[in-house]
């Protein structure tokens, strides 16, 4: 008798549980998670920038502009080592680096 006691009081609890989770849920605007998420994940890059742009530039039937568009593509390269982290590149970082602890030998 104890043991059903318990169990029913258990599934009462996480079924209330279930539907305060799912009521909080539906209140919530995903628009900000969406931002910042996107934010993470694919950070602004001002070299992407300077590449479109550039190539816009040397893409351009103007002769005048060709100098320009080609320093903006050869800038990009340069700046890509100042672009922001992205979540892809830390998690291939951390799997390096636990790598090559797992390879040292003590």
């Known amino acids: ?7 029913r009081s258990t599934t009462d609890s996480l ?3 279930a539907e305060a989770k799912t009521e909080v849920a539906a ?10 998420v996107k934010n993470l994940t694919k950070p602004n890059s ?4 300077m590449r479109n742009v550039g190539v816009a530039l040397i893409a351009s039937p103007d002769i005048i502009t060709d100098p320009v568009g080609a320093a903006l593509v050869a800038g990009s390269y340069v700046m890509k080592s100042r672009d922001p982290i992205k979540l892809d590149d830390l998690a291939v970082e951390t799997r390096k680096i636990l790598r090559d602890i797992q390879s040292l030998r003590l």
């Open 1 to 7: 008798m104890q043991h059903r006691r318990i169990i």
């Open 15 to 17: 079924s209330r549980l």
């Open 27 to 36: 209140g919530l605007r995903t628009e900000p998670v969406a931002k910042h």
């Open 46 to 49: 001002v070299s992407k920038t």
